[in-house]
């Protein structure tokens, strides 16, 4: 089994629908991250949270929000989801020595 | 926000031959990672580098911190065709430490 686990691993939705994307991860790690990457842009920080009290915004984080509910999973949620946010999102953990550990992504396409 | 430019943005090359690649700041870094994304996958660490003018090697790769700390570059020796993904640089800002930026991405292709 994976150790960061992603669900779903694909979504086709509709403008202004609300999408949950699910993280979870069994490595024991503090540190999450969630990212979203776009062909010629690299991955892009959304949102991180060093415990479960703790939410930090990224480079882009407007039109998405997140929540820790627990140490061992993090959920990025798009509340009205829009076309431009069609993108392959990305959760990853980390025990801050500089290492990142992602999941395998979750495709999203917002028709 | 920080950006992190890497080139080539993609590459064609026959197995066997050398591979180099680079990565900008136009911030100053005090880490530098490179990652590999395989298809179908999330990135993986390859090399880590911690301190100006670094060189350190993985088997076939070799990465250099540079010494402005706003640069590093990645080799491949040798290419065979499982070197096929996008590579990534990335580090923490050295004035914050916790947010890891990722560079473009350099995608390089193998042809056997």
């Known amino acids: 089994d994976a150790d960061v686990t992603q669900t779903p691993r694909n979504r086709i939705t509709k403008t202004g629908k609300r999408i949950m994307l699910e993280c979870s991860q069994t490595?024991?790690?503090?540190?999450m991250y969630w990212y979203r990457q776009d062909p010629g842009l690299g991955l892009r920080l959304i949102y991180y949270?060093?415990?479960?009290?703790?939410?930090n915004k990224g480079e882009i984080s407007d039109g998405y929000s997140v929540s820790r509910q627990a140490q061992a999973k993090f959920s990025l949620s798009l509340e009205s989801a829009i076309p431009n946010q069609t993108a392959l999102y990305f959760c990853?953990?980390?025990?801050?020595?500089?290492?990142?550990?992602f999941g395998e992504g979750s495709r999203l396409t917002v028709l | 926000g920080q950006q992190l430019n890497q080139s080539p943005q993609s590459m064609f090359i026959q197995e066997g031959e050398d591979v180099s690649m680079n990565c900008t700041s136009s911030?100053?870094?005090?880490?530098w990672l490179w990652y590999k994304q395989e298809p179908g996958e999330g990135p993986v660490l390859l090399i880590a580098?911690?301190?100006?003018?670094e060189l350190t090697s993985n088997g076939r790769l070799t990465a250099q911190f540079g010494i402005t700390r706003k640069d590093s570059f990645l080799n491949i020796s040798a290419s065979i065709p499982s070197d096929v993904g996008i590579y990534f640089c990335?580090?923490?800002?050295?004035?914050?430490?916790?947010?890891?930026?990722f560079g473009t991405g350099t995608s390089l292709t193998v042809i056997p």
């Open positions: 990853a953990t980390s025990l801050g020595t500089g290492e990142l550990f």
């Open positions: 490595k024991g790690h503090d540190r």
């Open positions: 949270s060093f415990d479960v009290k703790d939410i």
């Open positions: 911030s100053i870094f005090n880490t």
């Open positions: 580098l911690y301190k100006a003018g």
């Open positions: 990335a580090g923490p800002k050295s004035n914050t430490g916790n947010q890891f930026y």
